[in-house]
């Protein structure tokens, strides 16, 4: 079992910036993939990026050209870039690890606030 705490979350201005960040207990490179996911009230929780131990990433389209994730193996820590905030952005933010077998592991979540 791993252990993902995130970070950096808070409120913002429209048009700013957050780094959202997701330490992990382990090894993340013994990952299938790592990924941040965003629930926003009232709605399903939805994937934002994800980061494939190949390198592969992809994004959701509402917020490509604005967010970037990466990952640093040597921290055990992926993180998520956030640019060009709008409100609609606004949710709590869930870091995830997908092992290659077995079931995916959550972090408790970090909110973000992008006031307009």
């Known amino acids: 079992q791993v252990q993902l705490v995130e970070s950096g979350g808070g409120l913002v201005q429209a048009g700013g910036s957050l780094r959202l960040s997701c330490a992990a207990s382990?090894?993340?490179?013994?990952?299938?993939?790592m990924g941040w996911y965003r629930q926003a009230p009232g709605k399903q929780r939805e994937l934002v990026a994800r980061?494939?131990?190949?390198?592969?990433?992809n994004y959701v389209q509402a917020v490509k050209d604005r967010f970037t994730i990466s990952r640093d193996n040597a921290k055990n820590t992926v993180y998520l870039q956030m640019n060009s905030l709008k409100p609609e952005d606004t949710a709590v933010y869930f870091c995830?690890?997908?092992?290659?077998?077995?079931?995916?592991?959550w972090g408790q979540g970090t909110q973000v606030t992008v006031s307009s």
């Open positions: 995830a690890a997908d092992p290659f077998t077995g079931a995916r592991a």
């Open positions: 382990r090894s993340i490179s013994s990952f299938n993939a």
């Open positions: 980061i494939f131990s190949d390198g592969g990433i």
